[in-house]
């Protein structure tokens, strides 16, 4: 059974691009996270979409959205980059939407750099 | 604010010494307890949860959790560290009554020591 594949791995944009970055989850899962990790502020939730629909959202501003499509595939794009925005995105499946004993199982990231 | 803490940003060991890896959450309701490893330039791996039901969970790779409600910790240990284990570590956990998302610690960076 395949993992939770993450395109591209790595990335260099320049300030002011924007950047879309695609995850394609567990077959069968239908839940999608996205994460932004980063050394100073470890791991951050950005947003969880469920049956194409998002069901939360991090603190992160509008710049950063979403989209799930019907086969569950995901992906966030980020607009007008900043140096801030550089960090490991990580992307991970569940069958079911959050719950208490969801487990979720994470792809091996997108490293993004914006110079 | 329901929190979670990684004592220790680094924790050094010898290869063959225990390894001891400290988690607290804030929160007067037990939550779900995860940890999970991730290696250089990977994604995170599941390592092992509590749920509910025996609070000495074990999981891959000879680690295991103790959760003690009363002192509102989830501490991973492992008996004899392997160089293999050298990575970084991350408590998380789903707290009851929200968005069941989990929170995640700030991570522990293991080093082996030969």
């Known amino acids: 059974k395949a993992g939770v594949t993450q395109t591209p791995r790595y990335l260099i944009k320049t300030r002011g691009q924007q950047v879309t970055l695609s995850c394609s989850p567990i077959?069968?899962?239908?839940?999608v996270s996205w994460y932004q990790q980063t050394p100073g502020q470890g791991l951050q939730f950005l947003f969880e979409?469920?049956?194409?629909?998002?069901?939360n959202k991090g603190n992160f501003p509008g710049r950063f959205s979403g989209r799930q499509f019907s086969n569950s595939r995901s992906e966030m794009n980020v607009s007008t980059l900043e140096l801030g925005d550089s960090a490991l995105y990580l992307c991970?499946?569940?069958?079911?939407?959050?719950?208490?004993?969801?487990?979720?199982?994470f792809g091996q990231g997108t490293r993004l750099t914006v110079v | 604010a329901q929190s979670v803490t990684q004592l220790g940003s680094h924790v050094s060991v010898s290869e063959g010494a225990l390894v001891l890896l400290r988690c607290n959450y804030s929160?007067?309701?037990?939550?779900?307890l995860f940890w999970y490893v991730q290696y250089p330039n990977q994604g995170l791996q599941l390592l092992l949860k509590?749920?509910?039901?025996?609070?000495l969970v074990k999981g891959i790779n000879g680690f295991e959790a103790e959760f003690k409600k009363s002192e509102t910790s989830f501490h991973l240990t492992k008996p004899s560290a392997h160089m293999s284990d050298a990575a970084e570590y991350f408590c998380?956990?789903?707290?009851?009554?929200?968005?069941?998302?989990?929170?995640f610690g700030r991570g522990t960076s293991l080093i082996v020591h030969p």
């Open positions: 991970a499946s569940s069958l079911a939407q959050a719950g208490m004993n969801t487990e979720a199982f």
């Open positions: 077959s069968g899962h239908r839940s």
């Open positions: 979409y469920f049956s194409e629909t998002q069901r």
């Open positions: 929160s007067s309701v037990p939550p779900y």
């Open positions: 509590y749920t509910t039901g025996a609070t």
């Open positions: 998380a956990v789903i707290f009851s009554g929200g968005s069941y998302i989990p929170t």
